[in-house]
C-alpha cells in the first residue's frame, strides 16, 4: 500500500571546499580548526519511486567559485541504480548555485520548491551584492522557463511530494529554504540541506554565516528537531561527517555514497 512505504536515502557527495572553522559560525569559532564542507546531492528511493533533493554545481562552476567537483552528481546516481532522466520529481531545498544547477540532468522532471524562494531569487534582496552572492542568475532563469514550461510544483510551507515525503518552510538560510521529512524503516528522517550545513550548526544553535535571517534560521533548527524522530535523524546539508557516520551504500562507494536510512555508526 503506497501508505506503507518506507524509503531508503542515499546521500551522494560530489564536490567538496577545504576551510577553517572561524568561516562556519556566525560569531567565528575560538578552535580555530580545519572544518571542510562536502557538497551532496540526496536520492530518496522506494522500489516504485525515486525523488531527488537538489541537483549541485557542474565542473564549470567549480572552477569559477574555487570549489573541487569531484564527480557529477549523475555518476554517484547510476552507481546506485538511479537513471536521472527516469526520475519524476526533484525537490530543490533552495536555489543557492550549489543546489540546483546541472539543469539538463533531470529531463523529465517536476522541480518542486517554495513561493518564498522564487520571490527571494527574483525580487529586491538579489539587488543587494551581500545576499545574491550564492545565487547565479542562469539558475534562476532556468528556473523560471520551467515555471513557464509547467515544469515547476510551489509549496507554501508544508507540502506532500509523495506518501511519507514532505516539504517544509524553514527559511533562515534564504527566506525559501524548505527541508524534506522522509519516512524510513528507521523512523522519521530529515533532510536539513542548509538548514544546518554541520552538526554543529543545530546541535549547537550557532547559526552559519550566510543568512537572510538569524532568527529563521535558530528557530529552523527547533524545527528540524520536531520533524525527525531523534537528533540522530537528523542530516546536515555539508558536513563530512555523514559520510563517517553512515555506511557506504556498497564497498565500493566508501567517501562516496552513504546510506542514510541504515542505523549511524556513532551518535
Ligand atoms: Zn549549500
Redesign the pocket.
Known amino acids: 500500500m503506497p501508505d506503507d512505504i518506507d524509503y531508503e536515502i542515499y546521500a551522494i557527495k560530489y564536490a567538496h571546499l577545504f576551510r577553517h572553522s572561524p568561516e562556519n559560525f556566525i560569531a567565528g569559532d575560538e578552535h580555530d580548526v580545519p572544518m571542510p564542507?562536502d557538497?551532496f546531492v540526496w536520492a530518496i528511493k522506494s522500489p516504485r519511486k525515486t525523488l531527488i533533493l537538489d541537483t549541485g554545481f557542474a565542473p564549470a562552476m567549480g572552477v569559477k567559485r574555487g570549489r573541487q567537483h569531484i564527480r557529477s552528481p549523475a555518476e554517484g546516481l547510476k552507481a546506485i541504480g538511479v537513471e536521472p532522466d527516469q526520475v519524476e520529481d526533484v525537490i530543490i531545498s533552495?536555489m543557492?548555485y550549489?543546489?540546483c544547477g546541472n539543469h539538463d540532468l533531470f529531463p523529465r522532471a517536476r522541480y518542486h520548491l517554495q513561493d518564498r524562494e522564487m520571490a527571494y531569487c527574483t525580487g529586491r534582496c538579489m539587488g543587494h551584492a551581500h545576499l545574491r552572492g550564492?545565487f547565479e542568475v542562469d539558475d534562476v532563469v532556468q528556473m523560471i522557463r520551467r515555471i513557464f514550461d509547467g515544469r515547476a510544483v510551489f509549496h507554501d510551507g508544508a507540502g506532500q511530494i509523495a506518501p511519507g515525503i514532505t516539504v517544509h518552510h524553514v527559511g533562515g538560510h534564504t527566506s525559501g529554504l524548505q527541508v524534506v521529512r522522509v519516512r524510513t524503516r528507521r523512523g522519521w528522517m530529515v533532510l536539513a540541506?542548509?538548514a544546518s550545513?554541520f552538526y554543529a550548526n543545530f546541535e549547537q544553535s550557532r547559526p552559519f554565516p550566510v543568512v537572510a535571517s538569524v532568527v529563521e534560521m535558530l528557530e529552523g533548527y527547533r524545527t528540524l528537531h520536531d520533524l525527525a524522530s531523534s537528533r540522530q535523524h537528523i542530516i546536515p546539508?555539508?558536513d563530512p561527517l555523514v559520510l563517517a557516520r553512515y555506511p557506504a551504500a556498497s564497498a565500493g562507494l566508501a567517501g562516496i555514497v552513504a546510506r542514510l536510512d541504515a542505523d549511524p555508526a556513532t551518535p
Request: proline share 0%.
Open positions: 564542507l557538497y533552495h543557492h550549489d543546489h550564492a540541506s542548509d550545513h546539508g555539508h
